[in-house]
């Protein structure tokens, strides 16, 4: 933080919700990659654990806001310190949408645990999973630095994890129309592609917040978005 302030309660507060986030990040990143381990692996074991752990974002989520809220109410921050802030309520709400993304993973987990999954499109998955946990991951070191061009390198990269997405999708999509047996198990796949899409999306949101809180600015420009699922549906229901 750029300001010396002469109050070192004020400097605990704000250092509070560093580590805080800090913390969350850790089991938002925890979280996704033991859903989807637990989806590879059909561990309903692991995945109930993934379920009991939401709380834990839920949690933090409540604690960061009250104390931002006390904080603004009680020191009237300006400049930066308002925007460290006003951030740290953001990336709160994107780590906890995070950890209900992993959460729901899980949930399919105990869903398809007994059911043939095609293992290519389960390493697919995998693979996605890998993308946005990586973006996660460099997003929140991005905030540890306080780096707008790393921050900005990352919103860039968001039509990298579309992309694998929409061709995840088609997969699934093709492996349904081939054979009715295998379109409940490829729904549940579906919605864990999208879960993982959505992921990558935070990670995203994030990134624009860590460029907020360092230079002020808004990242005004729309980011690209490649999602053209829907109209593949139409095209495949058009074909059957």
Do not use: W
């Not at 603004?72 to 953001?90: F, N, T, V, Y």
């Not at 978005?225 to 095209?235: E, H």
């Amino acid at each position: 933080m750029s300001e010396s302030h002469t109050v070192t309660a004020y400097d605990d507060d704000l250092r509070f919700l560093v580590r805080r986030l800090s913390e969350m990040g850790g089991i938002a990143e925890r979280m996704v990659a033991d859903a989807v381990a637990a989806l590879v692996n059909a561990d309903t074991a692991s995945a109930q654990r993934v379920i009991s752990e939401d709380l834990l974002l839920d949690n933090g989520e409540r604690e960061i806001y009250d104390k931002a809220v006390l904080l603004i109410a009680k020191r009237q921050p300006m400049a930066s310190d308002l925007r460290e802030i006003i951030g740290s309520i953001r990336i709160a709400s994107d780590l906890e949408r995070v950890g209900d993304l992993g959460k729901n993973i899980a949930k399919r987990v105990l869903a398809v645990h007994t059911m043939a999954q095609p293992r290519k499109l389960v390493r697919g998955l995998e693979h996605l999973a890998e993308l946005a946990l990586t973006q996660l991951k460099e997003v929140l070191d991005a905030f540890a630095t306080r780096s707008p061009d790393l921050a900005n390198s990352i919103r860039e990269r968001d039509e990298e994890i579309d992309a694998i997405y929409t061709s995840l999708f088609r997969e699934l999509l093709t492996y349904m129309m081939e054979d009715p047996r295998n379109i409940t198990a490829c729904t549940h796949l579906l919605f864990c592609a999208k879960n993982i899409e959505r992921i990558g999306d935070h990670a995203t949101n994030i990134a624009e917040t860590v460029y907020y809180v360092a230079t002020g600015e808004q990242l005004t420009d729309d980011r690209p978005k490649d999602d053209d699922t829907a109209s593949m549906i139409v095209q495949a229901q058009g074909e059957a």
